[in-house]
């Protein structure tokens, strides 16, 4: 079976949970004998080497919901079965405008940017002219309406109604847990057929030693959290959690533009602020480290997490998204929108050894090689359910 994996552009130099994801489950599919070529092309112009292929297999992106649509469309109009890993969490209605609030004051400060682009006809201009009066207008409770002129934009739908057109007219969908099939479902009014893929973590981090990161910063029992600094993880609240504890913190991951500033300003005078990590070396953080804390506003269920469990850590959760799926009763859980509870999570957890029963389960179950084998589900699921000559046109609620 020779399948084409599309995923968002800035996959590699811009990385996250779902490179991780992608990279490792290309990596096992190859064990199974399976062809998956990858291709960083996940964009509204859909690209032409779908018809050279047994299946198109597309990776859900938040900030790309209608190239997501666009390449399923494409898929489905060359009659190409098509499986979609969906990603998908809902963001509470508070923080998802927190998350506007930012994205406008930061896309304002980019209007001579985008100035300068628009005199040269730059289709970048287009993007962020369109995302700067979105994020005005729902910050003011406006309907948004796409950017007028030689660009006038195609996009007729709200990036939600798109994500539900395109869970529908995928074959089949590969969500991370129940618990995210569970709401995509409820929301979207979907009924295609699903393998749950779990995420999954590396056995390289069992084991892991600390030596190279006490080495290399001199740190070592200290609270960790590792992951792209924004406002979805949720560093700011823990930041401010730990102020008068005595614990020290260990933030792990690139930290820029104007959240990551926040942060800094807030963060304990010996927080210790370390670059993006390659795997080996993120395992040494992981063994250094004593408890790991991922307070974000969901998680499905978070990669870190499940990394720093086989490396020996106390793991502090959030109670949001698909993490008790996971997690059951052997992590230490907070509200990431209640300071005394991330407080009270970590110092409980300070005082915790680390769970051999959380170990043990995601070496059964949250492995990438059960990863791969559940994604092969999936692709002969839609193998053999695909019917030629579909409609082009998905169902739009």
């Given amino acids: 079976m020779n399948v084409l994996m599309l995923a968002r552009p800035n996959l590699l130099e811009n990385p996250g949970g779902d490179t991780t994801q992608i990279l490792k489950t290309k990596e096992h599919l190859a064990k199974l004998g399976i062809r998956a070529e990858l291709a960083l092309e996940l964009s509204e112009e859909a690209p032409a080497q779908i018809a050279d292929y047994d299946l198109i297999h597309v990776f859900a992106d938040t900030n790309r919901q209608s190239c997501v649509y666009s390449c399923i469309q494409a898929a489905v109009s060359k009659d190409k079965p ?44 287009t993007t962020l002219l369109e995302q700067f009066y979105s994020a005005k207008a729902r910050l003011r409770g406006q309907p948004t309406k796409p950017v007028r002129g030689h660009w006038q934009l195609k996009r007729q739908m709200s990036t939600d109604a798109m994500f539900g057109a395109a869970a529908r007219s995928a074959d089949v969908l590969l969500p991370n847990s129940e618990a995210e099939m569970r709401l995509i479902e409820e929301l979207h009014q979907v009924d295609t057929p699903y393998v749950v893929v779990p995420n999954a973590a590396d056995p390289l981090f069992v084991g892991a030693r600390p030596d190279w990161f006490r080495r290399e910063y001199g740190a070592q029992d200290f609270v960790m959290c590792a992951g792209c600094v924004c406002l979805r993880k949720g560093q700011l609240g823990l930041l401010k959690a730990l102020h008068g504890t005595g614990l020290r913190v260990v933030i792990v991951g690139r930290a820029t533009g104007a959240y990551a500033d926040r942060c800094r300003r807030v963060a304990p005078p010996d927080a210790l602020w370390v670059p993006y990590l390659p795997p080996e070396r993120l395992a040494s953080a992981y063994a250094a480290a004593r408890v790991h804390v991922l307070a974000s506003y969901y998680e499905t269920p978070g990669l870190a997490n499940l990394e720093a469990a086989l490396a020996d850590c106390v793991i502090v959760s959030t109670t949001r998204g698909s993490t008790h799926e996971y997690f059951q009763d ?68």
């Fill in 82 to 125: 098509v499986v979609l890993s969906t990603i998908y969490w809902k963001w509470p209605e508070q923080e998802e405008y927190q998350a506007r609030r930012d994205a406008f004051g930061l896309l304002r400060g980019a209007l001579p940017y985008i100035a300068k682009q628009w005199a040269t006809r730059s289709s970048a201009a």
């Fill in 330 to 397: 052997d992590v230490f859980y907070c509200e990431p929108d209640d300071i005394a509870s991330i407080r009270s999570a970590v110092l409980a957890a300070w005082q915790a050894q680390p769970s051999p029963c959380l170990r043990e389960r995601i070496l059964k179950h949250y492995t990438w090689q059960a990863a791969a084998q559940a994604t092969l589900r999936g692709y002969e699921l839609a193998m053999a359910r695909y019917v030629p000559s579909r409609s082009q046109e998905a169902a739009i609620c």
